[in-house]
């Protein structure tokens, strides 16, 4: 909100007054001048949460008191909009805190080192490979960009502006312990930043597919979700600084995830199982229009992790199973389904799905849960129903019926996506609500 209200102010002139949940007020007046807006902008606080709420309930938080002054929320507007600017307020320019780090720090000890690296929180607390000069010089061998070629500009929380170069990406990757042929793949990673975040406990997912998987050695077999592989736990960890070095996240400054989500430790890190596909299956990458013969990186987020709990059995469909499954994850219409070769091959071979298409086809079709439960969920409630409102469907009908209505609420089968990883050593699947970005080629950064 304070980015619009900044471009509101300084491009047309315009006063604003920005409103904001209580939880992050706080950034917009702190962390969001000093590191992107360098003018203060004047906020007023209302209660969280916002999201999902009966009309009554935002009409107290109107008429009650303004979380940042105890005033009035109305008048607090007023004031906001009308009184003259303090001589604070008509200071220009990023303050001293927002002054680049120098190129290279003072040498000092291991111990010493570490420890400043941490509290000025560069690293994910666990102890990082010292960027020396020489190890940043072995690593750009990785890729034929140059080391100021600019990868990103606005990357930080929020929209800020945080232009980083290969070189920046480059001392990420020493510091996570990367091997120069990684290098393409984290420098491809760093260029989706911002990662999504949220106040509520969302993760994300990195997934490679193409040559690159076995050219640096990424698991895609046996154990291939867990931490039993060099490339997918480094190229997991990078995504970790990338986020707080480059994207600048601090809980409780520039984020404010109530929770969390334990697997932004190594943030889903994989390879999809190309060689174990089922024929006619085709690979993540091929479905979303890319070459086989090309290496592609996709970022998913999403909130919901669930487990199958046990292998599948013959003499009950799988896909009955996923259907159920999909009940909970009543939100954003978006589902990627994780699944071991040997269930993939029983979905073909046994129950006829001849592609990963004809799969997300029948969910879409059979997944259902109650129009209560859908509107229940706050993302759903807040994302949707302001769609509904405008009459767009199907939302808008889904708001019209009764909370215990059966709603078809993954109605895009494209949003249904199916990615196999696994060593068939057990027939078992997981499901998620993540949602998928645009994959973006590996070989670019080559």
């Given at each position: 909100m304070s980015r619009f209200a900044r471009t509101l102010e300084s491009q047309y002139g315009i006063p604003t007054v920005s409103l904001a949940n209580e939880n992050i007020v706080s950034y917009g007046i702190d962390a969001h001048f000093k590191f992107n807006t360098g003018m203060p902008l004047r906020f007023v606080g209302v209660p969280y949460p916002f999201t999902g709420l009966k009309k009554e309930a935002l009409e107290n938080y109107l008429e009650g008191k303004d979380r940042v002054t105890g005033k009035p929320v109305m008048q607090a507007i007023v004031e906001n909009l009308t009184r003259p600017l303090t001589d604070e307020e008509k200071k220009k320019g990023l303050p001293p805190e927002a002054k680049p780090e120098p190129r290279f720090l003072p040498p000092d000890t291991e111990?010493?080192?570490?420890?400043?690296?941490?509290?000025?929180?560069?690293?994910?607390?666990?102890?990082?490979?010292?960027?020396?000069?020489?190890?940043?010089?072995?690593?750009?061998?990785?890729?034929?960009?140059?080391?100021?070629?600019?990868?990103?500009?606005?990357?930080g929380v929020f929209g800020q502006i945080r232009p980083f170069t290969v070189e920046k990406v480059a001392i990420i990757a020493v510091m996570a312990g990367a091997k120069p042929e990684y290098l393409p793949v984290i420098l491809a990673l760093a260029s989706q930043v911002p990662y999504m975040d949220s106040t509520t406990s969302n993760a994300n997912m990195v997934l490679v597919n193409g040559p690159i998987r076995k050219e640096i050695g990424m698991n895609s077999g046996i154990g291939a979700l867990g931490p039993t592989a060099e490339a997918n736990s480094v190229i997991g960890r990078a995504m970790n600084l990338i986020h707080k070095i480059i994207q600048g996240y601090r809980e409780g400054v520039t984020?404010?995830?109530?929770?969390?989500n334990p697997l932004?430790?190594?943030?889903?890190?994989?390879?999809?199982?190309?060689?174990?596909?089922p024929e006619g299956w085709q690979p993540f990458h091929v479905v979303n229009g890319h070459k086989p013969e090309e290496s592609v990186l996709t970022v998913l987020s999403g909130w919901?992790?669930?487990?199958?709990?046990?292998?599948?059995?013959?003499?009950?469909?799988?896909?009955?199973?996923?259907?159920?499954?999909?009940?909970?994850?009543?939100?954003?219409?978006?589902?990627?389904?994780?699944?071991?070769?040997?269930?993939?091959?029983?979905?073909?071979?046994?129950q006829g799905f001849q592609t990963k298409a004809a799969l997300s086809e029948w969910l879409s079709q059979n997944a259902v849960t109650t129009a209560g439960t859908y509107w229940a969920n706050s993302i759903a409630s807040g994302m949707m129903g302001p769609l509904g409102?405008?009459?767009?469907?199907?939302?808008?009908?889904?708001?019209?019926?009764?909370?215990?209505?059966?709603i078809k609420h993954f109605p895009n089968p494209r949003n249904i996506r199916t990615i196999v990883v696994g060593g068939s050593t057990a027939s078992v699947w997981f499901l998620t609500d993540f949602m998928a970005g645009r994959g973006v080629s590996i070989d670019a950064w080559r």
């Amino acid at each position: 909100m304070s980015r619009f209200a900044r471009t509101l102010e300084s491009q047309y002139g315009i006063p604003t007054v920005s409103l904001a949940n209580e939880n992050i007020v706080s950034y917009g007046i702190d962390a969001h001048f000093k590191f992107n807006t360098g003018m203060p902008l004047r906020f007023v606080g209302v209660p969280y949460p916002f999201t999902g709420l009966k009309k009554e309930a935002l009409e107290n938080y109107l008429e009650g008191k303004d979380r940042v002054t105890g005033k009035p929320v109305m008048q607090a507007i007023v004031e906001n909009l009308t009184r003259p600017l303090t001589d604070e307020e008509k200071k220009k320019g990023l303050p001293p805190e927002a002054k680049p780090e120098p190129r290279f720090l003072p040498p000092d000890t291991e111990d010493n080192l570490q420890r400043l690296f941490k509290d000025r929180h560069w690293t994910d607390y666990n102890p990082v490979i010292l960027p020396t000069a020489e190890r940043v010089a072995a690593m750009l061998k990785g890729t034929s960009h140059k080391p100021d070629e600019l990868v990103k500009k606005d990357s930080g929380v929020f929209g800020q502006i945080r232009p980083f170069t290969v070189e920046k990406v480059a001392i990420i990757a020493v510091m996570a312990g990367a091997k120069p042929e990684y290098l393409p793949v984290i420098l491809a990673l760093a260029s989706q930043v911002p990662y999504m975040d949220s106040t509520t406990s969302n993760a994300n997912m990195v997934l490679v597919n193409g040559p690159i998987r076995k050219e640096i050695g990424m698991n895609s077999g046996i154990g291939a979700l867990g931490p039993t592989a060099e490339a997918n736990s480094v190229i997991g960890r990078a995504m970790n600084l990338i986020h707080k070095i480059i994207q600048g996240y601090r809980e409780g400054v520039t984020g404010f995830s109530s929770l969390s989500n334990p697997l932004r430790y190594n943030n889903m890190t994989i390879a999809e199982n190309e060689e174990a596909l089922p024929e006619g299956w085709q690979p993540f990458h091929v479905v979303n229009g890319h070459k086989p013969e090309e290496s592609v990186l996709t970022v998913l987020s999403g909130w919901n992790f669930v487990n199958c709990s046990g292998s599948v059995v013959e003499h009950y469909p799988p896909q009955f199973l996923m259907r159920d499954f999909m009940r909970v994850l009543a939100a954003t219409g978006s589902a990627t389904l994780i699944m071991d070769p040997s269930v993939a091959y029983q979905l073909k071979n046994t129950q006829g799905f001849q592609t990963k298409a004809a799969l997300s086809e029948w969910l879409s079709q059979n997944a259902v849960t109650t129009a209560g439960t859908y509107w229940a969920n706050s993302i759903a409630s807040g994302m949707m129903g302001p769609l509904g409102k405008q009459g767009l469907e199907p939302y808008a009908g889904w708001q019209k019926v009764s909370s215990d209505t059966l709603i078809k609420h993954f109605p895009n089968p494209r949003n249904i996506r199916t990615i196999v990883v696994g060593g068939s050593t057990a027939s078992v699947w997981f499901l998620t609500d993540f949602m998928a970005g645009r994959g973006v080629s590996i070989d670019a950064w080559r």
